[in-house]
């Protein structure tokens, strides 16, 4: 249910990839931070602590695949404080996920999604999701891709990952 299909595109330019993701539902919260940084940790911090059991049903739902977070370019380049945080529900909560304790935390039920996306490995903060959307924005061009209102980020790994975590940028194929 919840796959993607992958296309790849190399040349040139950096390289990049198409994805395709299935629809589901996903814990979103939208949250302000004193940087970009601080702003994604203390959402996901909130998502998880919903996965954990901080729910109406007290259940604990597990891991799930990635972390995306949604971003807009502020003017002056970088990016605004104000991210949006989302979580895919866990296979066997999509028909009826439990309701968030906190009521920052809503469920929305999002559509097949494609996009273009670059990996990279590392310690992923701001100033690298905003450089590799850099240059994944050059590589697609601008006819293919809505990149001009927001950027899509995603981790596959803990945070308290030590090294070799796997990141992605995306932008929402038009």
């Not at 919903?50 to 502020?74: F, H, W």
């Not at 404080?81 to 920052?104: R, W, Y």
């Not at 990149?147 to 308290?160: A, G, T």
């Amino acid at each position: 249910m919840f796959g993607y299909r992958t296309w790849s595109r190399q040349g040139e330019k950096p390289n990049y990839e198409e994805k395709e993701y299935k629809g589901g539902k996903f814990a979103t919260i939208e949250h302000t931070g004193e940087t970009f940084d601080a702003a994604c940790l203390e959402a996901v911090a909130k998502l998880y602590k919903y996965l954990e059991g901080s729910n109406d049903q007290g259940a604990k739902m597990g891991v799930v695949d990635r972390v995306c977070i949604t971003a807009l370019p502020a003017d002056d380049g970088s990016l605004q404080l104000k991210v949006k945080v989302s979580l895919q529900i866990p296979s066997q909560f999509q028909a009826s996920p439990p309701s968030p304790a906190d009521k920052s935390i809503w469920i929305e039920q999002r559509g097949k999604m494609a996009v273009f996306f670059m990996r990279f490995q590392g310690n992923a903060k701001g100033e690298e999701y905003k450089n590799y959307a850099a240059q994944l924005r050059s590589a697609v061009g601008t006819e293919k891709a809505d990149h001009k209102e927001l950027y899509i980020f995603s981790s596959y790994d803990p945070q308290n990952k030590s090294f070799g975590n796997c990141h992605e940028v995306s932008l929402r194929k038009k």
